[in-house]
């Protein structure tokens, strides 16, 4: 089974989102280091890159990231509104989404989503992403791209009327209708180059715009596989195998 290998967002202002993620994952404890690049910072599997002409802002996007305890999701919420940021929800207990789920939410600069999560289920590592939450225009087209993707990647699919939910080893992935995500990059990670291919055939015969064939990308590291589609809402998902 496929895991999230990363998310990529583009921001407006990246030092104003470099300051918020870096205290984010100090306050929820990430053990990983942060990758440097120009224009582009990465904490395992989430990135952060300046926004282009040719990339432009991610917006409408729900990233929640895995929190040890409850008081660790208070502490991180304590402390990133103390530090100016948009409060979006206090930290509490929300029994809609599972019963021992508790969570707290804010807002970047550009309008996206943030949350730390806990909950008695969690084996996560603290700072990884624990799910996503994408907004999409159109709920069926959407599961006609997604449904064979994630045959493709072997993921599990929970599909609902309202909604499809892609279920990897490292989190989930939900679509719903609403003001659709935008420029989001998603990247599933997979054990050979067999899948990269078998994505990339399954994302273009369920409409998808072929945004990259299946093939090795040196620039990122010796031994990067990847490819890349565009779905219905013209988000960047991928597949990668790193054979390091």
Known sequence: ??????????TSNLDASLRLFSRGFELLGFQGGRVDSGGFHEWDNFAIA???????VTRNLHVAFVASSRAQVDRWWGGLTAAGHRDDGAPGPRPEYSPSYYGA???????????????DTSDGAAGVIDHLWVRVRDIGATRGFYAPV??????AVRDRRDRITLVTESGTVTFVEGAPTENLHLAFGVGGEEPVRAFHHAGLRAGGLDNGAPGERPEYH????????????ANNVEAVFHDR
Not at 1 to 10: L, P, S, W
Not at 50 to 56: K, L, S, W
Not at 105 to 119: L, P, Q, T
């Open 1 to 10: 089974m496929a895991t999230i290998d990363h998310v990529g967002v583009q």
């Open 50 to 56: 300046r926004a282009t002409g040719d990339r432009p």
């Open 105 to 119: 939410f804010i807002r970047d600069h550009d309008g996206n989503s943030i949350e730390a999560v806990s909950y």
């Open 150 to 155: 994630a045959e493709s990647l072997g993921l």
């Open 222 to 233: 010796p031994g990067y596989f990847g490819a890349f589609v565009h779905d219905p809402d």
